[in-house]
C-alpha cells in the first residue's frame, strides 16, 4: 500500500479522535477529555479505526494528550482491543499505546487494560506529542 | 451554576477542609469539579497546587469525584444531586493521615438503589478487587449496554472504600480513603 488514508476525523464534546493508514502502520490520536457524551462517537471512531485497520500490523494509539477518560470511554476502548483480540491469530495487529506520565489517571487505567490484554497490548511512556 | 460552600483551605495542617455543590443535568460541571477537587486536594494535603496535572493521589480523589458524578449525573432527576468532599485528619491516628470523604446524593428509584447495593456487596465481598474489577472489565467489554464499572474503578483505580445509605428516594454513596501525609511522595 502506498501513501497516507485518513480514518474519518470526529469531534464530540471535549474529545477529539483522527487516524491514517499508511501501509501496514494505523495511527490513532486522541485528544481532549473522554467523558460524558461523547462514548457513541467513540464507539463509532473506533469502529471504523478496526475496519481501516485490517491487514495492518500495528495501531499505535497516541493518548499523550488526552486529559481523561471516564469509565463509559473506557469500556469503548476495552471493546475495541478485545475485538481485535478475538481476531483470527493471522489478522491479528498490536496495538501500541503512547501514554503520558503527567497524566496519572493513565498510569492506573492503562494498567488495567494491559492487565486484561497483556497479549495485544504495549504502552509506552511518552511527553506530549507535538502536534 | 456552581452554589458551593466551603469551610476554606487548610494548607497542610489539621484543620479540617469541606467543600460541596449541588449540581442538575450539565455534564460541564463534572470537568469543572474534577479540576477543582485535583487542586482543592493537593491544595490542602501538600499545602500546595502542583503544576499543571497535579498529584498522583489528587489525580485519584478526582478521578473517583467523577465517576461518582456521573452516575449521580445519569441517574438522578436534573436538579436533585448534590456533591461533597471532606478532608478531615484522621481520628484514628489524626497526626499521620488524612481521612477524605467523597459523598453524592440523588433522587434514585428502586431499581438503581438496588442496583448500586449489589454492586457494592459484591466490590465488598470481592477478596480481590483489583481481580474483581478485571473480570467486571472482561464481561463489559462484550456487553453493549452500560460500563458497570464505575464503582469498582473507585474502589481499585482510587484505592476509596464504598458504601451507600438509602433515605427513602434518595441515594447517598460515599467514597472514603485514608491518605498518609507525604509531603515529599506521591501526595
Redesign the interface.
Known amino acids: 500500500m502506498n501513501g497516507s488514508t485518513s480514518i474519518r476525523s470526529v469531534t464530540a ?2 474529545l477529539s479522535a483522527a487516524g491514517a493508514v499508511e501501509g501496514e502502520l494505523v495511527t490513532v490520536r486522541l485528544c481532549g ?1 473522554a ?3 461523547s462514548k457513541a462517537m467513540l464507539d463509532e471512531f473506533l469502529a471504523d479505526v478496526l475496519v481501516a485497520s485490517d491487514g495492518c500490523r500495528e495501531v499505535v494509539v497516541d493518548m499523550t494528550k488526552l486529559e ?1 477518560m ?3 470511554a ?2 469503548s476502548l ?2 475495541w ?2 475485538r481485535v483480540r478475538d481476531l483470527p491469530e493471522l489478522r491479528r495487529y498490536t496495538i501500541r499505546i503512547l501514554s503520558n506520565p ?4 493513565q ?3 492503562l494498567h ?2 494491559v ?2 490484554c497483556g497479549d495485544v497490548l504495549e504502552v509506552e511512556e511518552r511527553g506530549e506529542q507535538s502536534s | 451554576m456552581l452554589d458551593h460552600e466551603s469551610g476554606g483551605l487548610a494548607r497542610h495542617d489539621h484543620t479540617p477542609a469541606y467543600f460541596s455543590t449541588a449540581f442538575g443535568h450539565r455534564p460541564r460541571m463534572l470537568e469543572l469539579v474534577r479540576g477543582f477537587v485535583s487542586d482543592f486536594c493537593d491544595r490542602v494535603m501538600l499545602g500546595t497546587a502542583r503544576a499543571r496535572q497535579g498529584s498522583f493521589r489528587g489525580s485519584q480523589l478526582s478521578m473517583a469525584a467523577h465517576e461518582l458524578m456521573e452516575n449521580a449525573l445519569v441517574y438522578g432527576p436534573e436538579g436533585s444531586s448534590s456533591f461533597s468532599i471532606a478532608i478531615d485528619p484522621d481520628p484514628e491516628d489524626p497526626a499521620n493521615r488524612y481521612l477524605v470523604c467523597i459523598r453524592t446524593r440523588n433522587r434514585a428509584d428502586p431499581c438503581q438503589q438496588a442496583t448500586v447495593r449489589q454492586r457494592l456487596h459484591a466490590l465488598s465481598e470481592s477478596e480481590d478487587p483489583t481481580a474483581y474489577y478485571l473480570g467486571l472489565m472482561a464481561a463489559s467489554a462484550r456487553r453493549p449496554e452500560g460500563s458497570g464499572l464505575g464503582l469498582a474503578r473507585v474502589r481499585v483505580e482510587a484505592q476509596m472504600d464504598l458504601s451507600c445509605v438509602v433515605d427513602g428516594d434518595e441515594l447517598e454513596v460515599v467514597a472514603r480513603a485514608r491518605i498518609p501525609r507525604d509531603p515529599g511522595g506521591r501526595g
Open positions: 464534546e471535549s477529555s467523558e460524558l457524551g481523561y471516564n469509565s463509559s473506557l469500556k476495552l471493546t482491543i478485545v503527567e497524566l496519572h489517571w498510569q492506573r487505567s488495567s487494560l492487565s486484561m
